[in-house]
Each structure stands twice: as structure tokens, then as C-alpha cells.
């Protein structure tokens, strides 16, 4: 089992920056695919980026590119998610995700573990 706690969200006007940390514990971090989910109000979950389990590897969602930056440090069992230029439709309730794939797997269906989720807020 892993368990993922999640943190670093809260509100922040457009144009600003705000970075995610996921905190994993029960299997070796190097051993999981991560990735990052967001959901918004009367939205389906969407992923937002991925990263293989080196770190070699990675994806982002095309509203993201440019704006995002996803990274772990294997040493800190931890993932992080650099957002900035944020904008008001990046507001949403995020997510941390762990997969037991072999590859880099996008879909949320990939994903096993899940943290409890932390809201951005985007103020225009």
C-alpha cells in the first residue's frame, strides 16, 4: 500500500506562482510512475503531467506546457508541481497519483494511489 499526502495549494491571483509537493511512503518511491490530476468544479478529473519513475521521462496536458513543471526527488520520496503564470482556469482541487506501470502512463486509470487532494484557487 502507499499512502501520498499531498500540500502546497491555496489561492493566489493570475499571474502568480505556486509549487505542489506529493509525499509518498510504503514502497519505494523509485518504483512508482507519478503524476498530477486536477479536477474542477462540474469537470471531469484531467491529468495535468506525469513522470516516470526516474524521472526521465514526462508528459504534460497541453494547457499546461510552457506554465508547468513537473519533477521528483527519489531521495525525498517526493513529487513536486511548479505552477506558474497560473491563470483562473487552472483553479481546481489537485491530486498526486502513483502507478506500478513500467512506463510513463497518462491515464488516470493507470494510476493505484491517490492523495487526498489540495485546492488552487486562481483569482483573475
Known amino acids: 500500500q502507499v499512502q501520498l499526502v499531498d500540500s502546497g495549494g491555496g489561492s493566489v491571483q493570475a499571474g502568480g506562482s505556486l509549487r505542489l509537493s506529493c509525499a509518498a511512503s510504503g514502497r519505494a518511491f523509485n518504483s512508482l510512475g507519478m503524476g498530477w490530476f486536477r479536477q474542477a468544479p462540474g469537470k471531469e478529473r484531467e491529468s495535468v503531467a506525469a513522470i516516470s519513475r526516474s524521472g526521465g521521462s514526462t508528459y504534460y496536458a497541453d494547457s499546461v506546457k510552457g506554465r508547468f513543471t513537473i519533477s521528483r526527488d527519489n531521495a525525498k520520496n517526493t513529487v513536486y508541481l511548479q505552477m506558474n503564470s497560473l491563470k483562473s482556469e487552472d483553479t481546481a482541487v489537485y491530486y498526486c497519483?502513483?502507478?506500478?506501470?513500467?512506463?510513463?502512463?497518462?491515464?488516470?486509470?493507470?494510476?493505484?494511489?491517490w492523495g487526498q487532494g489540495t485546492q488552487v484557487t486562481v483569482s483573475s
Open positions: 497519483a502513483a502507478s506500478t506501470a513500467i512506463a510513463l502512463r497518462v491515464a488516470a486509470s493507470w494510476y493505484d494511489f
